[in-house]
């Protein structure tokens, strides 16, 4: 998990967030770290938008990132390529105002 591409003039960064541990997925552990980035990046950082990608049929990861008020800008079709078979890539954000309207699960 990390923030990376800080940009203080445009006010943005790009999020990035694995559970690569199947034990810990759907226990809450991707909320946490959301939580933590979320507020780093608009009450420390005073950021104005974050980004991320998402693959479209992480439906877990999708689900949780619009409950915290992310937004689908923009989808890639068959973008990533993985064990022989295409899927389709989501850009989204969340932008401060958002944010600071309390979007919680």
């Known amino acids: 998990m990390g923030l990376s591409n800080i940009n203080k003039v445009n006010k943005n960064c790009d999020l990035f967030i694995m559970i690569g541990e199947d ?10 770290a959301m ?6 990046s608009f009450n420390k950082l005073k950021l104005h938008k974050i980004n991320l990608g998402v693959i479209a049929n992480n439906v877990p990861a999708v689900k949780l990132y619009k409950k915290l008020g992310f937004k689908i800008e923009g989808i890639m079709i068959d973008e ?3 064990k022989n078979k295409y899927y389709n890539f989501y850009s989204m954000a969340l932008f401060e105002k958002d944010y600071k309207k309390g979007v919680k699960i």
């Open 35 to 40: 939580d933590w980035l979320m507020d780093y």
């Open 23 to 32: 034990d810990y997925r759907g226990k809450g552990v991707g909320k946490i």
């Open 80 to 82: 990533v390529r993985y």
